[in-house]
T-cell receptor, first 111, second 116 residues
Framework: EDKVVQSPLSLVVHEGDTVTLNCSYE??????LLWYKQEKKAPTFLFML????IEKKSGRLSSILDKKELFSILNITATQTGDSAVYLC???????????FGTGTSLTVIP | DAGVIQSPRHEVTEMGQEVTLRCKPI?????LFWYRQTMMRGLELLIY????????DSGMPEDRFSAKMPNASFSTLKIQPSEPRDSAVYFC??????????????FGPGTRLTVL
């Protein structure tokens, strides 16, 4: 059965720490992998990854995909309290625009 | 653009009542998605449309759920009759499949449904 698994389920760090969030997948006909940040509202888009080994970067956030080992990581450096959120990983499959979402990693950054 | 618009933002109803959730996608987007989010099951895709046509409704939990998209700017998700286990946040999202293959989904604010 296709699935997307995120780890850890939750994480508490201090401001300034660096965190790595993991997303592994077993999906037929992979097309892309997306990362979202969800605070107390709707998910907001972070990255879309389609090719292995190419890092996407936005400020303190970066992400990379390994299509051979079927996983992606999301790195956040110098964390801030505003990074506290649930980070969702979604894998697009088949002909496109069909997604499986992981259950998310809840990140709490304490001052 | 105002983004994806959903209404109502909150809905409290009694078991057995009909519930209708509404969504207005971003103008120009040709894909529309309905998701349900609960603590237990996370974010689940219920159904999605392409150019107003339902493409995949395999995520719709049962016959009590139905969705329509009569035109490019409006979609509804209906639950009839509603049950307490339907309590969740329902998100609508829209996207546009660009020439480069990009298809970021933009989410609406969600409708928090509580069925008593």
């Amino acid at each position: 059965e296709d699935k997307v698994v995120q780890s850890p389920l939750s994480l508490v760090v201090h401001e300034g720490d660096t965190v790595t969030l993991n997303c592994s997948y077993e999906v037929t006909n992979f097309r892309s992998l997306l990362w979202y940040k969800q605070e107390k509202k709707a998910p907001t888009f972070l990255f879309m990854l389609t090719s292995s080994g190419i890092e996407k970067k936005s400020g303190r956030l970066s992400s990379i995909l390994d299509k051979k080992e079927l996983f992606s990581i999301l790195n956040i450096t110098a964390t801030q309290t505003g990074d506290s959120a649930v980070y969702l990983c979604a894998v697009e499959y088949l002909a496109g625009n069909q997604f499986y979402f992981g259950t998310g990693t809840s990140l709490t950054v304490i001052p | 653009d105002a983004g994806v618009i959903q209404s109502p933002r909150h809905e409290v109803t009694e078991m057995g009542q009909e519930v209708t959730l509404r969504c207005k996608p971003i103008s120009g987007h040709d894909y529309l998605f309905w998701y349900r989010q609960t603590m237990m099951r996370g974010l689940e895709l219920l159904i999605y449309f392409n150019n107003n046509v339902p493409i995949d409704d395999s995520g719709m939990p049962e016959d009590r759920f139905s969705a329509k998209m009569p035109n490019a700017s409006f979609s509804t998700l209906k639950i009839q009759p509603s049950e307490p286990r339907d309590s969740a946040v329902y998100f609508c999202a829209s996207s546009f499949l660009g020439l480069a293959g990009e298809n970021e989904q933009f989410f609406g604010p969600g409708t928090r449904l509580t069925v008593l």
